[in-house]
């Protein structure tokens, strides 16, 4: 009696066992079925995004210029017809050296047959800056040379250039210092001779002064309206103005003339005289 008890104990073990095995199997192959089924989604959801950024977009272009600037909307009238359309740069890629102004010649890439409006720009480039066109080449860099008529110039890519100083309206508190960031606006070639401008040192980036530009030399000529400077290289420079008087001025006389505009323009368009 005792034998068959035991037996049916180990028998009731025994089932006991299997029902719990079997059931840990049957967990696991779910759970292991669950992640292949959200790994399978999430490639394809994937493969799906991978798809939907690879489409091409069919793209259109126009050329013309800005008429108004609003944020992120310009407004630019076509050279084709005259037409003028909002576009929206808030999404585009944008190629452009200077701040946007009114009168930009601009060349815009958007999609092809869009109906939206503004329309949506890809890409933008600026051909055409009336800042540009208004405004003498600058380069920034870190000054390792000074004397009385030149300084060197190291620029962020290890060149260095060496630049005339001998006309050029200085911006700084402390006089050009070597060792120290500079700005330095120029006309000609950096590789050539190139003459500087003006000079701003980085401990007045941030003064009223270095918006303005002057230029510095010798009167070798005047009119009523106009006078003439020379540089230390002999070239000549004519301001104009019809509110400034000029007849103070002597041949030999040494001025800063302060001025808008571009150095490089046939008549420079003077606003303030110093006498040096």
Do not use: R
Not at 100 to 120: C, M, Q, R
Not at 171 to 188: F, L, M, P, R
Not at 213 to 218: D, E, L
């Amino acid at each position: 009696m005792k034998k068959t008890i035991l037996a049916m104990a180990m028998f009731a073990i025994m089932l006991g066992t299997a029902a719990c095995s079997s059931k840990k199997q049957d967990v696991t192959t779910t759970a292991a079925t669950t992640e292949a089924t959200s790994e399978s989604t999430t490639e394809e959801e994937s493969e799906s995004t991978k798809e939907d950024a690879n489409e091409e977009v069919e793209e259109d272009f126009m050329t013309g210029e800005i008429t108004a600037i609003n944020g992120d909307i310009l407004t630019v009238k076509s050279d084709d017809d005259d037409s003028e359309k909002n576009y929206d740069l808030s999404q585009a890629e944008v190629t452009q050296e200077f701040p946007f102004s009114e009168g930009d010649l601009v060349e815009i890439t958007f999609p092809y047959e869009t109906t939206k409006d503004p329309i949506p720009v890809i890409a933008l480039d600026v051909l055409e800056s009336v800042i540009g066109m208004n405004t003498d080449p600058s380069a920034v860099g870190k000054i390792t040379e000074a004397t009385d008529t030149t300084l060197t110039l190291e620029l962020e890519d290890g060149e260095s250039y060496t630049i005339s100083i001998a006309n050029a309206y200085i911006v700084a508190q402390n006089g050009i210092s070597v060792d120290k960031e500079a700005t330095v606006t120029y006309i000609g070639d950096l590789d050539d001779d190139a003459m500087a401008t003006k000079v701003i040192m980085e401990d007045s980036y941030d003064t009223a002064e270095a918006d303005l530009n002057a230029f510095v030399g010798k009167v070798v000529q005047k009119e009523e309206n106009n006078i003439v400077l020379e540089s230390a290289e002999g070239d000549f420079f004519t301001f104009v103005s019809n509110d400034l008087d000029f007849s103070e001025y002597n041949n030999g006389d040494t001025l800063q003339i302060f001025y808008t505009g571009t150095i490089t323009e046939k008549e420079i368009a003077a606003e303030k005289i110093e006498k040096k």
